[in-house]
């Protein structure tokens, strides 16, 4: 029995972690969202006090309001390598020909879960209240709005409000007013964020064409060749020093490695969008076919070679150490010794 109710606990774990490992990305962005909303009511409850003050509660309010998101949201890009990947690829979009509007779906794409986290820490800071409330009472805007008709000392008391500190009772009780606003405003940030990622997705829909089949093709087959090749240049990268590291203490040569040149490096990591008349299905997918292509070409007897393969001019493989420069030169990576 014992062996029976473990094997089926095993059996559960292993089926949650595929779930997980197959919605990560979706798990993970939910997961962050709940995590920066626990995190905006402990600091509303603990660490927000409004400081009452005509001069002060509207610039508190609005760095209170407004610097987490900035930060949640440049910690989300900076987190993701291919926010980085996209940024560094940006200087050489006119040289590439990539088209402008390609490159702002990309960059909506690889943005919109950092923006999670910026837009749940404003909406449920406008849901709870006490910013809106704090901030709202400090805009002389709002004050002429809100003191119409009533008497000459409003103004001066509804910085007051939020601490209920107000004389007036009339006053007072314009905190109510703030608040319910201050939902309102809340409810309407996360209806039009989530009207406007529809219409992101629709009109990337619509822009991309094909078949629904195709794209989600092409979404899996680029989520699989990141993790490849992620895989492999750590693989690649973990070889490289371990044999450079047992060359210079034992004097002896390296083996053979196949390096990518700089321009190769520079060629998959472009932004590649989604074309459906396009035989390519990634930026690396072209540049392995086009050296497969120039060898094929090359080949004295006609025959394919090896589209995994990079040699070098003279037709054999690069040394471990040796990495080739742009120029299409080595560049010696290792001691002399070596």
Sequence with gaps: MATTSWGSAIARFGTVLATYLKHHSKLGCGLASLLTASGELIFSTVVFQCPCSAAWNLPYSLVFLLLPALVFYLLGCVLRTRSLCLLCSCCRTRNAGINRCDLCDECCRVSGPAVVSSVTWVAVALLGGAVYECCASGSTFKADRLCVGRNSSCAAQLP?????????PLVQDLQKVLRAESQVVGWSLIAAVILLFLIFTCVSHHRAGGSSLQLKFWK??????????????????????????????????????????????????????????????????????????????????????????????SGDAMPLGNVSSPSGGEVELLSSSC
């Design 160 to 168: 007051l409000v939020p601490c209920r500190q107000a004389q007036d």
């Design 220 to 313: 899996i087959y680029s989520e699989e060749e990141h993790q490849c090749l992620r895989t492999q240049v750590t693989e690649r990268a973990t070889k490289l020093a371990d044999e450079n590291v047992r060359c210079f203490f034992e004097g002896s040569r390296p083996t053979g490695c196949n390096i990518p040149s700089m321009e190769r490096w520079q060629e998959i990591s472009s932004p590649y969008p989604f074309n459906p008349e396009d035989k390519y299905l990634s930026a690396l997918h072209r540049s392995v076919n086009e050296i497969q292509n120039r060898h094929t070409m090359k080949s004295p007897s006609g025959d394919e070679m090896p589209c995994g393969n990079v040699s070098s001019a």
